[in-house]
């Protein structure tokens, strides 16, 4: 009950292009949905998160679609750009009476081809 | 903009020796966390630390691994008697609060050989 099962595990996207990734969750306590990108070698970094009092949110290219009766989160990257070639994860976690961990999906690794 | 800085970036060390990974979490951050995450894998928590004292810790945080903040900016993460399973790179990440997002550092590549 605590996984985050994340699809697809690898996608490829032409420039200019609109990348999706998808995430499910079971456990009904999460209540933070943290998106991070990780480039090799590195850590990851926070890219957008949402609270499941809100369908959407949108920072610049990076937006976050979230449906709480389904318990379905996903990224969409507009404008897809080669710099953004990178492995996305995504995450949830429930708030202080649920513990401070971090939950993370498998990965996504994306490539944005010129 | 401050960082979480881990050292060593790599270590290698042999079966059954012990490693010390350390980290120096934003220095206004009060909660402090370790991940695991096994090549190729997903991140892992291992254990979160607040006010000087475990506040949770996962299945994989067994009796091999111990956490400490010897003074006031450092957190350490200990591994007794390494296991080729325990290579990994392990990121050390640091928030304000519980609600607040988590900084990771770059993380410290630890090869078991």
């Known amino acids: 009950q605590q996984q985050v099962k994340q699809s697809p595990q690898s996608l490829i996207v032409q420039k200019g292009g609109i990348s999706i990734i998808n995430c499910a969750y079971e456990?009904?306590?999460?209540?933070?949905f943290p998106w991070y990108q990780q480039f090799p070698g590195k850590g990851p970094a926070l890219l957008i998160a949402?609270?499941?009092?809100?369908s959407e949110k949108k920072e610049g290219r990076f937006t976050i679609s979230f449906n709480k009766s389904a318990k379905q989160f996903s990224l969409h990257i507009m404008d897809s750009q080669p710099g953004d070639s990178a492995t996305y994860f995504c995450?949830?976690?429930?708030?202080?009476?649920?513990?401070?961990?971090?939950?993370f999906g498998e990965g996504t690794q994306l490539t944005v081809n010129p | 903009e401050p960082e979480v800085t881990q050292t060593p970036s790599h270590q290698v060390t042999q079966m059954g020796q012990e490693v010390i990974l350390r980290c120096v979490p934003i220095?206004?951050?009060?909660?402090f966390y370790w991940y695991r995450q096994i090549l190729g894998q997903k991140v892992e928590f291992l254990v979160s630390?607040?006010?000087?004292?475990?506040?949770?810790k996962s299945e994989i945080f067994d009796d091999q691994f111990s956490v400490e903040r010897p003074d006031g900016s450092n957190f350490t993460l200990k591994i007794r008697s390494t296991k080729l399973e325990d290579s990994a790179m392990y990121f050390c990440?640091?928030?304000?609060?519980?609600?607040?997002?988590?900084?990771f550092g770059q993380g410290t590549r630890l090869t078991v050989v």
């Open positions: 630390f607040y006010n000087n004292e475990i506040s949770e």
């Open positions: 456990n009904t306590a999460f209540d933070y």
């Open positions: 949402i609270r499941p009092d809100v």
């Open positions: 995450a949830a976690k429930g708030e202080e009476t649920s513990g401070s961990r971090l939950t």
């Open positions: 990440a640091s928030s304000s609060s519980l609600i607040t997002e988590a900084f």
């Open positions: 220095s206004n951050h009060l909660y």
